[in-house]
């Protein structure tokens, strides 16, 4: 057996390190990392995600609960009960269409980013991600532009199709720009982690890249083909901007043709001076936040055990399938949709700046929307960062993995609830508390917290997961404690996922409509600006124009946030 | 370098028992090689002596402190777990100068601590380098570096030397020893192969179904095994049974199979007894050269393995014998061919007839 | 004809050259191993020998026929994967089934050769079980039944045995063998354990850094390898660096440092050449007198290793060299022995120009 060889001075060193360390910031570091410190941050933090954001979320049930007698008078006015059912029918029935037809074409897509490798890819990425950029109501102005029947629209660009002005079709050539890149991406995103290998033995076996597929890959999928459906429901059933930006082009309001958050918006603008209404917004939202639910739960817990059915097997026909031309024609097909169902509708406002009559430009209202818009999606993103990473910590590193398994299940609740019943929810919840919540601004706030948490949250918690656990215990025992872990360890490596939440938390913001509206009819973000450009003045131009210059401010902030967060990498 | 006290040590996960009243204590400055078959409670062991799970029952001592309900950042120990656990985002140097760093060393202190460490490991005109951009052997190198360098009294390796291949692990382990000897740290070192652990250990500890069957140096762990398991577990053998007749000088006369053999080690067993001897320690000769006590058999199969040849000898009524001759020696050896087996008396080891059935008890899945 | 061939195979993955000019044949019933460290191009080989890659220059023939660029869905061959890749929401009779089930076969006969598979490898009672409930080993059988299920004539392993602990690889190697060599089968089988490649072989091939370096039965490769990097990759030698003093009839006489000298075979040397000896361990013995081919050195250490004992000896060459002697010797370190060479044993190879170390390198 050697003796101790190391030398005097690592002895010297030894001696040095038994004794403790001084200053204020080992003090502090002791007492952040005692035992009770850590929990009452951990309690903090699960208690706000309860009450900032669930419990308002969900408060509209209780009210309704509580306040049945009024809801039943409104069901008793026929000009407002017979509007309910066909407006769910609309949000409902165009959510789960469109989330079929997504599947349908976002596979194939996504099959050919993931495995195929061709010069340009990234580019080809951020064209498939680019509608995600424009906001709603402008999406819903520029798809009504392409495919609509308008009446209200005088002038048309070359190239328009003027398919329809049915509010079912409409709405379903909507939301297929507003929620396809969410799809493809989510799809993308499993299709990574499934090792090749696995085609590759099915293959070695004798089976044809088709019969591979799907026997074998597809599968495997099952799990994260929901995450991609759940957030395309979420999306689909969330948009206000949207819906009433071309219910309105098409007349279908005129009609009296609402999809639900229409609905709601339009009801919640006319509550000021109608108070039947409120009683009936608070049923229309509980309803939309039921069904969600309800959605939520069949989605993630029956549709993955569904199973397929795939006994017989056609070697012959699906070789021939599986060979030259039909992967191309499915390429192009894939591509076509891409182009013609999403690429097209989404920017074809812009044809609109060129060929109509510039009208006078309002810049300080604009400005003014803008510096809103901004102001509630910083804040709204720095409280997400500041309380959805521990809450991500808590739920894949906690102690109590049930306790984690509650949380990560009660997080997607305001990510699929409709995001107008939410707000309508938030401000029964808060309405009355004028002491915690001064201002509209700061109630817009508190709203726009509450949808966009998930984003975070569900980042961090996947990157989380994919972490080696072994790489944060192996810095414990070599003496880092817990804030240290997390600092030097932890953060650094999900750093990439929290920067992707928060520019989806922060765009998503941007762009909602709804809950602003639902929560305070005076406060005037710039998708709200736009929706009341096209409904209200009916100045199309103008609102184009907006949208254009959101699309350079979006782009800019998303760099700037970038540059930010890696400089700070550079330096720490 | 510190003592490490393992006291009654008990953990369960669920129903699976993974260790069962644990006693084990580990050496000031010792190279202790934990040994068993996967699923035996080694990485458990390792972990419980980290601070990474607390024990059900009992107490882990080190260097006099009862560690049991300390967290692991204040255990004064270092663990490389068997994927490394390297940090990614950072460089070689920034992984070797973490613990001092964590640990609230001066600067001066620690970059002497962390430069000495990867000069040791041959690593230190890699500094600069991420971890991806390592090779196997290189990222296992600056895993040790960054364990050494936070000067623990206690250093735990979680098999370090499984993720490379066969050949690079040879080169390695030479190498490992003679670091860790040279900085002196008390070392648990856990892996499923038994040649490392001959190689590398000051004792070794065989671990089985969570409990700890046997702890000594390689010698007497070799020479005197105190179970069938570990015998076999430590340089296959080959076993049948036999009864035992004692005589007087100490010897053990055994009838097996219609041969008479002689075994000297471990006599003081009669009646059924199982005998086992080590495929290593069995010589060939052909059929009518006797060149020893043994038995004759006809080579089933034969597997050349570089320094040795594997052989699988039909030895009729004494069952099919494992006998790994050195090359050098059985050269001449060919498949279907009859053979004597020289089987010398000094390494038959007896061991009582286990009570399940001979291959539940050397079962290792 | 051989049954697979490999000609000029070259192998480019944008700048990186994974394969350069590999030449391979293989005959029909060959059991052939694939050796080399990780990196060297052994699992890109045969992805392009089986169809799952193409080459980028360079064809493969089956039987004689160019199957360049046929994929491998459409070749007759049995594949089975590092990571075993059992499909993991299948059972292990659906996994083993999966090829003749994906041809349609006739039920029956699907049936029939399902049971044939899984009582060959011994997994038929876990047939209903899924591969996470089964141990390593048991994972890798079943992987093996679902490559033999087509009756193809060839079978290709990549590592088939990595993944698993030490005891369990022991008793899969000959396993391997066994249902190869009775089922008449060509297999190809790429590993980084040199002992695993010696013993289920009839011929290994050496690769490193995208060459094929050597080929040859095992026991050749081990007492007679050609080229320096296999006599330091396939088990271990000791290595020591000297040049041609005299040639006196058959035999060279090598100088190390410091004058010492031994006595080699003078095949093709010439007075004056670079070279490099190596010896084995085993080869390696203490000599009681200074008389025959004896270096003398200081011994620094010995390992007990079960029935052989390794002594480290420094040499008076300022070589350092490993001895494997039976454990009943007894020696104590600091004391000053010879060492003797065995110079049938002993093998002479040119000294490499770009080093010693960089020639031997494992990385």
Redesign the interface.
């Known amino acids: 057996?050697?003796?101790?060889?190391?030398?005097p001075?690592?002895n010297t060193?030894?001696e040095?390190?038994r004794t403790p360390?001084s200053g204020w910031r080992?003090t502090l570091l002791r007492i952040v990392s005692t035992r009770w410190s850590l929990r009452a941050w951990y309690g903090g933090i699960v208690a706000f995600f309860l009450f900032m954001v669930l419990l308002p979320t969900l408060f509209v049930l209780g009210y309704v609960a509580a306040d049945w007698a009024s809801v039943k008078a409104v069901l008793g006015d026929p000009a407002k009960a017979s509007l309910i059912p066909h407006a769910l029918w609309l949000s409902f029935g165009v959510a789960l269409t469109v989330a079929a037809l997504d599947l349908l074409a976002g596979l194939p897509l996504a099959w050919l980013i993931v495995r195929h490798d061709f010069r340009g890819k990234s580019w080809f990425n951020t064209l498939v991600d680019s509608p995600l950029a424009v906001t709603t109501a402008g999406l819903g102005f520029s798809v009504v532009l392409f495919w609509g029947v308008s009446s209200k629209i005088t002038l048309f660009p070359p190239g328009a199709v003027h398919l329809t002005d049915s509010a079912f079709l409409i709405l379903v050539l909507l939301h297929l720009t507003t929620t396809f890149p969410y799809m493809v991406r989510s799809l993308a995103a499993i299709l990574e982690e499934i090792?090749v290998?696995?085609e590759?033995?099915?293959?070695?076996?004798?089976?044809?890249?088709l019969?591979?597929a799907r026997?074998?890959t597809l599968?495997?999928f099952r799990s994260g083909m929901a995450t991609g459906l759940l957030l395309v429901l979420a999306k689909a059933l969330s948009d206000t901007g949207g819906a009433l930006t071309a219910l309105t082009l098409i007349g279908a309001v005129d009609r009296n043709e609402f999809n639900g958050t229409a609905l709601i918006g339009t009801w919640k603008g006319l509550a000021g001076s109608d108070p039947a209404l409120q009683p009936a917004l608070a049923f229309v939202s509980a309803l939309m936040i039921l069904l969600s639910l309800v959605l939520l739960v069949v989605v993630k817990y029956v549709a993955v055990r569904l199973k397929v059915p795939l006994r017989r097997?056609?070697?012959r026909l699906e070789?021939k399938l599986s060979g030259p031309p039909y992967p191309r024609l499915r390429n192009v097909g894939a591509m076509a949709f891409l182009v013609v169902f999403i690429l097209v509708p989404s920017f074809f406002f812009l044809t609109f700046l060129a060929v109509a009559p510039p009208s006078d430009v309002n810049w300080g209202r604009f400005w003014n929307a803008v510096g809103v818009s901004f102001l509630v999606g910083g804040v709204a993103t720095a409280i997400d960062l500041a309380t959805g990473v521990p809450l991500a910590i808590l739920i894949t590193r906690g102690r109590f993995r049930r306790l984690g398994k509650a949380l990560d299940a009660l997080v997607n609740i305001p990510y699929i609830v409709p995001s107008a019943a939410l707000g309508i929810s938030l401000s029964l919840f808060w309405g009355s508390q004028r002491t915690i919540v001064p201002s509209d601004v700061v109630l817009v706030t508190f709203a726009h917290v509450a949808f966009t948490f998930p984003f975070v949250v569900r980042n961090a918690v996947g990157a989380l997961e994919q972490l080696?656990p072994?790489?944060e215990?192996?810095?414990?025992?070599?003496?880092?404690?817990p804030v240290?872990v997390f600092r030097?360890?932890l953060f650094?490596?999900i750093r990439p996922a929290i920067l992707a939440g928060s520019i989806m938390a922060f765009t998503r913001s941007l762009g909602e409509t709804g809950a602003t509206q639902a929560v305070s009819t005076t406060t005037e973000t710039v998708p709200i600006y736009i929706v009341n450009l096209i409904t209200q003045t009916k100045d199309y131009y103008q609102a184009a124009l907006a949208q254009l210059a959101l699309l350079f401010v979006s782009f800019a902030a998303i760099l700037f946030l970038r540059l930010v967060l890696e400089r700070r990498r550079a330096r720490g | 370098m510190a003592e490490v006290v393992l006291d009654r040590v008990s953990k369960s996960f669920g129903s699976k028992r993974a260790l069962r009243d644990m006693d084990l204590t580990i050496r000031n400055g010792e190279y202790l090689v934990v040994l068993g078959p996967s699923g035996a409670g080694k990485t458990t062991l390792l972990r419980t002596i980290a601070g990474l799970l607390a024990p059900d029952r009992g107490r882990v001592v080190i260097g006099g402190r009862d560690v049991t309900r300390m967290p692991p950042d204040a255990r004064g120990v270092a663990y490389m777990p068997q994927t490394y656990a390297l940090f990614e985002r950072m460089t070689v140097w920034e992984n070797a100068t973490f613990s001092p760093t964590v640990k609230g060393w001066p600067k001066e202190q620690r970059d002497l601590l962390a430069r000495e460490m990867l000069s040791m490991v041959r690593l230190i005109d890699r500094a600069e380098a991420y971890p991806r951009e390592l090779s196997g052997g290189m990222q296992q190198r600056c895993a040790l570096a960054r364990a050494l360098a936070a000067d623990a009294e206690v250093l735990l390796l979680d098999e370090p030397l499984r993720a490379l291949d066969a050949r690079l692990r040879i080169e390695l382990r030479n190498e490992l020893r003679g670091l860790i000897q040279h900085v002196g740290t008390t070392t648990v070192h856990v892996t499923h192969d038994q040649e490392e652990a001959l190689i590398l250990a000051d004792r070794i500890a065989v671990l089985r179904g969570g409990q700890l069957l046997e702890v000594g140096t390689a010698e007497d762990i070799y020479a005197r095994p105190s179970s069938a398991f570990v015998a076999n577990f430590l340089g296959e053998m080959s076993f049948f049974e036999a009864t035992a007749f004692p005589s007087e000088d100490g010897t053990a006369r055994l009838a097996a199979g219609g041969t008479n053999l002689l075994a000297s080690a471990r006599a003081g067993l009669t009646g059924r007894v199982l005998a086992g001897i080590r495929a290593e320690s069995c010589r060939v000769a052909p059929p009518d050269w006797r060149a020893g006590q043994g038995v004759e058999g006809v080579v089933r199969r034969r597997l050349f393995m570089g320094r040795r040849i594997s052989l699988e000898v039909d030895a009729g009524e004494l069952g099919p014998l494992k006998v790994k001759p050195l090359t050098a020696q059985a050269r001449w050896v060919r498949e279907g061919e009859r053979v004597f087996v020289v089987m010398p008396e000094e390494d038959i080891l007896l061991f009582p007839m286990p009570a399940g059935g001979v291959s539940a008890a050397l079962e290792v899945e | 004809m051989p049954r697979v061939e490999a000609v000029g195979i070259r192998k480019r993955f944008g700048r990186v050259t994974a394969l350069e000019a590999c030449d391979l044949a293989v005959e029909d019933g060959e059991y052939l191993a694939i050796l080399g460290p990780s990196g060297c191009g052994k699992t890109t080989l045969i992805k392009i020998l089986s169809g799952l890659w193409e080459p980028t220059a360079g064809r493969v023939r089956v039987d004689g026929r160019d199957v360049t660029g046929v994929p491998v869905e459409e070749r007759d061959l049995g594949y089975v994967f590092q990571n075993i890749v059992l499909f993991p929401h299948m059972d292990v009779w659906r996994n083993a089934t999966y090829g003749p089930w994906v041809r349609a076969r006739p039920p029956p006969e699907i049936q029939r050769v399902g049971r044939e598979v899984l009582e060959l490898v011994e997994m038929l009672d876990e047939r209903g079980m899924f591969p996470s409930e089964l141990s390593g080993g048991a994972q890798q059988k079943a992987g093996l039944a679902r490559a033999l299920a087509n009756k193809a004539k060839l079978l290709i392993l990549d590592e088939p045995l990595s993944a698993l602990d030490t005891r369990v690889r022991l008793d899969l190697r000959y396993a391997l063998r066994r249902v190869v060599k009775d089922l008449g089968l060509t297999a190809i089988h790429v590993t980084h354990d040199q002992e695993e490649a010696m013993s289920v072989a009839d011929r290994v091939v050496v690769m490193r850094k995208g060459r094929i370096v050597e080929a040859d039965a095992p026991e050749a490769l081990y007492e007679r390898p050609k080229d320096l990097f296999t006599a330091n990759f396939v088990g271990e030698n000791n290595f020591l660096e000297g040049s041609v003093a005299r040639i006196v009839g058959g035999w060279a006489f090598v100088e190390f440092r410091n004058g010492h000298q031994l006595r080699v075979r003078a095949e093709r040397l010439l007075v004056g050449d670079p070279v490099v000896v190596a010896a084995r361990p085993e080869s390696l013995a203490v000599a009681r007198d200074g008389f025959g081919n004896v270096i003398p050195g200081r011994i620094q250490g010995a390992r007990f290793l079960g029935s052989t004992k390794r002594l480290i000896v420094r040499l008076f060459t300022d070589d350092v060299v490993s001895i494997d002697l039976p454990s009943s010797q007894s020696l104590n370190t600091d004391r000053d022995v010879m060492v003797s060479f065995n110079e049938t044993s002993v093998l002479v190879y040119p000294r490499p120009y770009m080093g010693l170390q960089e020639a031997l390198r494992l990385e």
């Open positions: 057996m050697a003796a101790p060889a190391s030398s001075e690592v060193r030894r040095a390190a360390s080992a090792d290998e696995y590759n033995a099915a293959r070695a076996a004798g089976a044809s890249r019969t591979a026997t074998i599968p495997m097997v056609r070697p070789r080696d072994a790489t215990e192996t810095a414990r025992t070599l003496g880092a404690r240290q030097r360890v650094p490596a």
